[in-house]
């Protein structure tokens, strides 16, 4: 009955086994590798992303503030107290050949409730540029990062080049829903 025992340092991990130092040493360098790079991602690139965005929808929204005379002194334009809406609109983005839809209720904001009743009896034209404009974008321009705000500068333009009369000062979205 004589059994031999290896007493050998490191047999077993010669013979197949996972290497103890690389599961201690190699895992927490791994983690702190996601965590930088998480880091680097948040917090440089997609700042610098955010801001060139910011920028193109500060200048278009400038330009429009400043056509109608209603930029604060800070450069933000103050919201509507009175919103016309446009409900439940049904879109087929553009290079879908009508297999997804988009579904949107757009808010306009103005100032006076006879603006309200003005932008309804111009609804049929109101109606007309938000589907002109939404149905000329793509999904991938519907479904972008900044999308949203996008579009509501585009919409606040586009009306105010159309029907100057009255001024839009915001532009919201209730309802974006894309199938």
Known sequence: MDEKIDTREGSESKKGGMNVKVFIIGLPLFIIQLVVVYFITGNFLLNRFESKAAEGTKNAAGEKSEKHGEAKKDGSSEPGKFFFTVDDVIINPAGTNGQRLMLVSVGFGVQTEEEVKRLKEKEVLV???VLSTLGSKTLTDLSA???K???KVQLAHI????MPE???SS???SKYIIQ
Do not use: C, G
Request: charged share 25%.
């Open 127 to 129: 109606k007309d540029i």
């Open 145 to 147: 990062l900044n999308a």
């Open 149 to 151: 705000d996008t579009l």
């Open 159 to 162: 009306l105010a080049e159309r």
């Open 166 to 168: 009255p001024p839009i």
């Open 171 to 173: 532009v919201q979205f």
